[in-house]
């Protein structure tokens, strides 16, 4: 069985380019979502703690049953740990062995951002050039890679609480073809986007920006509330979108959705990337795509990265699953 390590992710990005891992994410994403009702498909299970949550999301189809292991603790870099670090298992359907056993924390950030621009390809302008993103700890840099990779983007707004984290977003974007603009407010930086993500984190009901805040036109990519009772629009605000969710039964516990209810959710993902439903049907429309993050996005990655390693020899070969001649004698692993 593989292990797929952070250095294995590292040297795959070495080998391919970020641009180009983007464009295999994204076109994964495509396929799975295309192909919703081949996939067995359920609500994350959520074990809540004071501080924070920690979750299994399993996804499988006839090929492959995958699940990832991943926190979420708004708290963690207070303490100089990551909010979120994720492990993920791919596994041969048909026997039921595990095949590979891979770091996710780098992964989710991939298939998140990944996630956004697939949406986005339905529910953003085409001609989208500025792109604000609130919030600027560890997802920030994935998810603007990601979408200038997509959108001619001209500039990037970014605005944190913290201080520090704007600066270390800056420093990482530095030679980007896009000017980078830092901002003293929320509102400073969403005023004229074309594109705003959302990725703060915080375990409380926050409410970032309102409808007269932002251009008539834009997309939304709110990512960071993802939880009961962590959100980060109004209620107020959803109402004035077209709003777009991954899975309803999820969605309606973890999202910002969970302030309001279904009648409100204009779509899932796979509608508008299956063509049963249009996306964006006018300049005008504010569109917003209400990620939680789904098992699906998890799946995508995992077998895109699994068929990668496989064709670039890497990751280690670990037994953690016993061979035997006589697949009755398990015993026969300890002596005779
Ligand atoms: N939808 C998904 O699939 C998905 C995937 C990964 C992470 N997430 C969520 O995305 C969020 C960001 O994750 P991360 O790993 O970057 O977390 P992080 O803790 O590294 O960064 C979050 C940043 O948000 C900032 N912030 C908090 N409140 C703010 C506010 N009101 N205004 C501006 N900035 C604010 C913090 O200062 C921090 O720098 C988290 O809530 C996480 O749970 C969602």
Request: aromatic share 10%.
């Amino acid at each position: 069985m593989k292990i797929l390590a952070v250095t294995d992710i590292q040297k795959l990005i070495q080998i391919l380019s970020l641009e180009n891992f983007f464009k295999r994410a994204v076109a994964a994403l495509e396929e799975d979502f295309g192909r919703w009702h081949e996939f067995i498909l359920s609500p994350r299970h959520g074990t809540y703690y004071p501080d924070g949550v920690i979750e299994l999301m399993p996804c499988a189809d006839q090929q492959h049953y995958a699940f990832k292991y991943v926190n979420g603790y708004p708290g963690n870099p207070l303490k100089g740990k990551l909010n979120v670090v994720a492990i993920g298992v791919l596994s041969d359907a048909e026997s039921g062995y595990p095949v590979m056993i891979s770091e996710m924390t780098f992964l989710t950030a991939f298939r998140t951002a990944a996630a956004g621009v697939l949406a986005a390809k339905y529910l953003a302008r085409a001609d989208s050039k500025s792109l604000a993103i609130i919030g600027t700890g560890a997802q920030a840099e994935f998810q603007v890679l990601a979408f200038s990779g997509f959108f001619q983007l001209e500039e990037v707004r970014f605005f944190d609480i913290d201080p520090q984290a704007m600066v270390k977003f800056s420093q990482n974007m530095i030679g980007q073809k896009f000017s980078l603009i830092p901002c003293n407010s929320i509102v400073e930086a969403v005023r004229d986007a074309d594109i705003i993500i959302t990725a703060t984190a915080a375990k409380k009901r926050q409410s970032l920006f309102e409808a007269d805040d932002i251009a008539s036109g834009t997309y939304i990519y709110a990512m960071g509330g993802d939880s009961p009772g962590k959100t980060e629009l109004s209620a107020e605000f959803l109402k004035r979108t077209k709003l777009v969710v991954e899975y309803k039964p999820q969605t309606l516990v973890e999202g910002e959705v969970q302030q309001c209810g279904a009648d409100l959710i204009y779509a899932e993902l796979w509608e508008l990337v299956c063509k049963n439903k249009p996306g964006r049907q006018d300049d005008q429309e504010i569109t917003l795509f209400d990620s939680v993050g789904f098992a699906l996005e998890d799946y995508s990655i995992l077998r895109v990265v699994y068929e990668l390693a496989k064709e670039y020899q890497l990751g280690t070969e670990a037994d953690l699953i016993p061979e035997l001649n006589d697949p009755k004698n398990l015993f026969s692993i300890l002596g005779p």
